[in-house]
Protein backbone atom coordinates (compact mmCIF):
# COMPACT_ATOMS: atom_id res chain seq x y z
CA UNK A 1 0.00 0.00 0.00
CA UNK A 2 1.33 3.67 -1.05
CA UNK A 3 2.32 5.56 2.25
CA UNK A 4 1.52 9.11 2.61
CA UNK A 5 2.80 11.99 4.69
CA UNK A 6 -0.10 14.83 5.46
CA UNK A 7 1.14 18.40 7.72
CA UNK A 8 -1.85 19.00 10.13
CA UNK A 9 -2.50 22.39 11.81
CA UNK A 10 -4.41 22.43 14.48
CA UNK A 11 -7.01 24.29 17.42
CA UNK A 12 -5.75 21.55 20.48
CA UNK A 13 -8.53 23.81 22.57
CA UNK A 14 -11.25 21.56 21.77
CA UNK A 15 -9.36 17.92 22.55
CA UNK A 16 -7.42 15.26 25.09
CA UNK A 17 -4.43 15.82 22.72
CA UNK A 18 -2.92 14.73 19.48
CA UNK A 19 -2.82 10.71 20.65
CA UNK A 20 -5.68 8.54 20.87
CA UNK A 21 -7.06 8.35 24.96
CA UNK A 22 -10.23 6.91 26.11
CA UNK A 23 -11.13 10.21 28.26
CA UNK A 24 -11.87 12.29 25.25
CA UNK A 25 -11.91 13.57 21.62
CA UNK A 26 -7.87 13.11 19.96
CA UNK A 27 -7.17 14.52 16.73
CA UNK A 28 -5.82 11.29 16.00
CA UNK A 29 -8.87 9.75 16.34
CA UNK A 30 -10.18 12.59 14.37
CA UNK A 31 -7.66 11.93 11.07
CA UNK A 32 -8.60 8.02 11.25
CA UNK A 33 -12.31 8.33 11.21
CA UNK A 34 -11.92 10.45 8.33
CA UNK A 35 -9.48 8.27 6.76
CA UNK A 36 -11.71 5.01 7.44
CA UNK A 37 -14.53 7.49 5.88
CA UNK A 38 -12.57 8.00 2.89
CA UNK A 39 -11.25 4.62 2.17
CA UNK A 40 -15.42 3.01 2.94
CA UNK A 41 -13.68 1.07 5.31
CA UNK A 42 -16.14 -1.74 7.21
CA UNK A 43 -17.77 -0.33 10.53
CA UNK A 44 -14.82 -1.59 13.11
CA UNK A 45 -11.55 -1.63 10.53
CA UNK A 46 -9.24 1.57 10.46
CA UNK A 47 -5.89 3.19 9.48
CA UNK A 48 -3.73 3.15 11.59
CA UNK A 49 -1.42 7.02 11.68
CA UNK A 50 2.01 7.77 13.30
CA UNK A 51 2.71 10.90 14.59
CA UNK A 52 5.60 12.83 14.97
CA UNK A 53 4.84 13.54 18.16
CA UNK A 54 2.34 14.20 20.93
CA UNK A 55 0.58 17.36 21.91
CA UNK A 56 -1.28 17.59 25.40
CA UNK A 57 -4.29 18.87 26.07
CA UNK A 58 -5.18 22.57 24.90
CA UNK A 59 -1.90 22.35 22.79
CA UNK A 60 -2.05 23.91 19.43
CA UNK A 61 0.16 22.74 15.97
CA UNK A 62 0.70 24.96 13.05
CA UNK A 63 3.26 21.72 11.56
CA UNK A 64 2.26 18.27 13.25
CA UNK A 65 3.39 15.20 10.68
CA UNK A 66 1.32 12.26 10.24
CA UNK A 67 1.95 9.22 7.98
CA UNK A 68 -0.28 6.69 7.15
CA UNK A 69 -0.09 3.72 4.49
CA UNK A 70 -3.69 3.98 2.61
CA UNK A 71 -5.05 0.58 0.33
CA UNK A 72 -5.15 2.80 -2.80
CA UNK A 73 -3.09 5.49 -4.77
CA UNK A 74 -4.27 9.07 -4.58
CA UNK A 75 -3.00 12.23 -5.43
CA UNK A 76 -2.15 14.26 -2.95
CA UNK A 77 -3.94 17.40 -3.55
CA UNK A 78 -7.24 14.96 -3.91
CA UNK A 79 -6.43 13.58 -0.59
CA UNK A 80 -5.92 17.14 0.70
CA UNK A 81 -9.70 18.26 -0.22
CA UNK A 82 -11.26 14.86 0.93
CA UNK A 83 -9.81 15.00 4.58
CA UNK A 84 -10.53 19.26 4.73
CA UNK A 85 -14.45 18.12 3.83
CA UNK A 86 -14.53 15.38 6.73
CA UNK A 87 -12.49 16.93 9.58
CA UNK A 88 -13.66 19.41 12.08
CA UNK A 89 -12.95 22.85 11.25
CA UNK A 90 -10.36 23.23 13.80
CA UNK A 91 -8.48 20.66 11.78
CA UNK A 92 -6.66 21.34 8.69
CA UNK A 93 -4.57 18.83 6.47
CA UNK A 94 -2.05 22.06 4.52
CA UNK A 95 -0.04 19.74 2.91
CA UNK A 96 -0.27 15.86 2.02
CA UNK A 97 3.02 13.98 -0.12
CA UNK A 98 3.37 10.46 -1.11
CA UNK A 99 6.42 9.15 0.56
CA UNK A 100 8.60 6.00 0.52
CA UNK A 101 7.68 2.93 2.34
CA UNK A 102 10.61 3.44 4.60
CA UNK A 103 9.89 6.98 6.03
CA UNK A 104 8.68 7.19 9.37
CA UNK A 105 7.07 10.45 11.02
CA UNK A 106 8.34 10.59 14.27
CA UNK A 107 11.20 8.22 14.52
CA UNK A 108 12.80 10.09 11.05
CA UNK A 109 12.80 13.69 12.52
CA UNK A 110 15.72 16.00 13.04
CA UNK A 111 14.98 18.61 14.58
CA UNK A 112 11.30 19.91 16.29
CA UNK A 113 10.48 24.22 16.33
CA UNK A 114 8.44 25.18 18.90
CA UNK A 115 6.47 28.73 20.28
CA UNK A 116 4.73 29.70 23.20
CA UNK A 117 2.90 32.87 23.24
CA UNK A 118 2.47 35.02 26.11
CA UNK A 119 -0.04 37.94 26.24
CA UNK A 120 1.34 40.68 28.64
CA UNK A 121 -1.85 43.46 28.41
CA UNK A 122 -3.01 44.88 31.45
CA UNK A 123 -6.32 42.69 31.04
CA UNK A 124 -6.54 39.58 29.51
CA UNK A 125 -7.81 39.07 26.27
CA UNK A 126 -11.41 37.37 25.51
CA UNK A 127 -9.76 36.42 22.02
CA UNK A 128 -7.00 35.00 23.20
CA UNK A 129 -8.03 32.96 25.87
CA UNK A 130 -7.19 29.72 24.32
CA UNK A 131 -3.83 30.62 22.45
CA UNK A 132 -2.06 32.62 25.32
CA UNK A 133 -1.40 32.13 28.84
CA UNK A 134 -1.81 35.75 30.24
CA UNK A 135 0.76 37.44 32.54
CA UNK A 136 0.16 40.69 33.47
CA UNK A 137 3.07 41.29 35.76
CA UNK A 138 6.08 43.48 35.49
CA UNK A 139 8.95 42.02 34.45
CA UNK A 140 12.82 42.66 33.07
CA UNK A 141 12.73 40.81 29.05
CA UNK A 142 16.06 41.77 29.08
CA UNK A 143 17.19 39.60 31.90
CA UNK A 144 14.81 36.81 30.40
CA UNK A 145 16.88 36.76 27.52
CA UNK A 146 20.35 36.52 28.77
CA UNK A 147 18.80 33.77 30.51
CA UNK A 148 17.83 31.24 27.83
CA UNK A 149 20.67 31.24 26.35
CA UNK A 150 22.05 28.85 28.97
CA UNK A 151 19.82 26.04 28.04
CA UNK A 152 21.58 26.27 24.24
CA UNK A 153 23.70 23.25 23.46
CA UNK A 154 23.20 19.50 24.82
CA UNK A 155 22.39 19.61 28.60
CA UNK A 156 20.66 16.92 30.80
CA UNK A 157 17.37 18.42 31.41
CA UNK A 158 16.00 16.16 34.07
CA UNK A 159 14.93 19.59 36.06
CA UNK A 160 12.77 20.80 32.98
CA UNK A 161 10.53 17.10 32.64
CA UNK A 162 7.51 16.02 33.97
CA UNK A 163 7.77 13.27 37.02
CA UNK A 164 5.33 11.03 34.75
CA UNK A 165 7.41 10.59 31.61
CA UNK A 166 8.40 7.40 30.33
CA UNK A 167 11.97 8.81 29.19
CA UNK A 168 15.29 7.56 31.07
CA UNK A 169 17.53 9.60 28.82
CA UNK A 170 17.27 13.12 29.77
CA UNK A 171 19.80 14.13 27.60
CA UNK A 172 18.62 16.62 24.82
CA UNK A 173 20.38 19.55 22.43
CA UNK A 174 18.56 22.87 22.29
CA UNK A 175 19.99 24.26 18.86
CA UNK A 176 18.03 27.73 19.74
CA UNK A 177 16.09 29.59 22.20
CA UNK A 178 15.07 32.95 21.83
CA UNK A 179 12.12 35.43 23.79
CA UNK A 180 10.76 38.40 21.80
CA UNK A 181 8.46 40.83 22.35
CA UNK A 182 5.37 41.56 19.71
CA UNK A 183 4.69 45.05 20.28
CA UNK A 184 1.61 45.42 17.84
CA UNK A 185 0.59 42.14 19.84
CA UNK A 186 1.63 42.64 23.50
CA UNK A 187 3.09 39.07 23.54
CA UNK A 188 5.88 37.48 24.08
CA UNK A 189 7.03 35.12 22.12
CA UNK A 190 9.23 31.80 23.48
CA UNK A 191 11.12 30.26 20.32
CA UNK A 192 12.84 26.73 21.14
CA UNK A 193 14.67 24.60 18.37
CA UNK A 194 16.23 21.27 19.30
CA UNK A 195 16.51 17.48 18.27
CA UNK A 196 13.73 16.97 20.78
CA UNK A 197 11.90 17.78 23.80
CA UNK A 198 10.62 15.83 27.22
CA UNK A 199 7.12 16.18 28.24
CA UNK A 200 6.29 19.40 29.57
CA UNK A 201 10.10 20.86 28.92
CA UNK A 202 9.31 23.86 27.38
CA UNK A 203 6.15 24.59 29.65
CA UNK A 204 8.76 24.24 32.29
CA UNK A 205 11.08 26.47 30.97
CA UNK A 206 8.80 28.78 30.36
CA UNK A 207 7.40 28.96 33.95
CA UNK A 208 10.81 28.91 35.01
CA UNK A 209 11.86 32.24 32.93
CA UNK A 210 8.96 33.99 33.86
CA UNK A 211 9.59 33.70 37.60
CA UNK A 212 13.17 35.21 36.49
CA UNK A 213 11.68 37.78 34.72
CA UNK A 214 9.40 38.38 37.50
CA UNK A 215 12.65 38.91 39.62
CA UNK A 216 11.71 35.63 41.86
CA UNK A 217 14.80 33.94 40.56
CA UNK A 218 18.46 34.81 39.52
CA UNK A 219 19.42 35.40 36.09
CA UNK A 220 21.59 32.39 36.47
CA UNK A 221 18.99 30.23 37.32
CA UNK A 222 18.96 27.83 34.77
CA UNK A 223 22.43 27.10 34.86
CA UNK A 224 21.65 25.91 38.88
CA UNK A 225 18.64 23.99 37.68
CA UNK A 226 20.45 22.13 34.90
CA UNK A 227 23.15 20.98 37.63
CA UNK A 228 20.85 20.09 40.43
CA UNK A 229 18.61 17.94 37.70
CA UNK A 230 16.08 17.94 40.44
CA UNK A 231 11.85 19.32 38.59
CA UNK A 232 10.94 19.99 42.22
CA UNK A 233 13.64 22.94 42.04
CA UNK A 234 12.05 24.37 38.82
CA UNK A 235 9.18 26.74 38.47
CA UNK A 236 5.65 25.79 37.36
CA UNK A 237 4.50 24.16 34.46
CA UNK A 238 3.26 26.93 32.02
CA UNK A 239 -0.57 26.30 31.39
CA UNK A 240 -0.95 24.04 28.10
CA UNK A 241 -2.83 26.97 25.61
CA UNK A 242 0.13 29.23 24.86
CA UNK A 243 2.30 26.38 23.23
CA UNK A 244 2.27 25.87 19.69
CA UNK A 245 4.27 22.77 17.78
CA UNK A 246 5.60 24.85 14.99
CA UNK A 247 7.03 23.11 12.91
CA UNK A 248 8.78 19.30 12.15
CA UNK A 249 12.04 18.95 9.98
CA UNK A 250 13.67 16.37 8.51
CA UNK A 251 16.57 15.61 6.79
CA UNK A 252 14.46 14.94 3.64
CA UNK A 253 11.56 17.29 3.70
CA UNK A 254 8.90 14.67 2.72
CA UNK A 255 6.89 17.86 0.99
CA UNK A 256 9.35 19.13 -0.97
CA UNK A 257 10.93 16.24 -3.31
Known amino acids: MPRYAIKVQYDGTPYVG ?23 L ?21 GQVVHFDYPASIHPKAMQRAFNS ?13 VAETFHARYDVAEKEYIYRVDVGQFPDPFKRHYTLHHPYRYDLAKMQRAICD ?10 CSTKTDKEDKVRTVYEATIMYDEEQHELRFYFRGNGFLYNMIRILVGTLLQIGDGLRPETELQRLLAVRN ?20 EQDPFNQ
Do not use: W
Not at 151 to 160: A, C, L, M, N, R
Open 86 to 98: LLDTSIRVIDVAQ
Open 18 to 40: YQVQPNGPSVQAAIEKALCKMAK
Open 231 to 250: RKQAGPTAPPQGLYMQRVIY
Open 42 to 62: PSGQHIPTSGSGRTDSGVHAL
Open 151 to 160: IVGTHDFTSF
